[in-house]
């Protein structure tokens, strides 16, 4: 069964948490597809908006990536044990190894 796009703009927008292992720790939020915005991130996310965008989700309107480059050992603060107050609607894993830690079979996990 396929969502439709959402028909009110005055709906708040979803939050898309983009998730990839790096060397360097980084985040933004992105609520657009310009090519500034879209600067230094993985191609994946380019992908998802422009799918999203056919299936008429409009970045900025329905929803926004919150996206986020973290060391391995620091997935345990983006994925806490216990989900924080305003969790994200989706999660896009851009690893393996992220999607071990959203799925709670990463090492050390139960």
Excluded at 63 to 83: C, H, K, M, N, W
């Amino acid at each position: 069964m396929e969502s439709e796009a959402p028909k009110s703009k005055a709906a708040a927008a979803r939050t898309i948490l983009a998730v990839a292992i790096a060397n360097t720790p980084a985040s933004k939020t992105i609520s657009d597809s310009a090519p500034a915005s879209l600067a230094g991130v993985r191609p994946y996310v380019k992908g998802l908006i422009q799918r999203l965008d056919i299936r008429g989700f409009e970045i900025g309107v329905h929803y926004v990536i919150d996206y986020r480059e973290t060391l391995a050992s620091g997935l345990g603060a983006i994925f806490p044990t216990t989900l924080p107050a305003n969790p994200p609607d989706a999660v896009l894993c851009m690893s393996k190894t992220v999607l071990d830690k959203v799925s709670g079979k990463a090492p050390g996990t139960a």
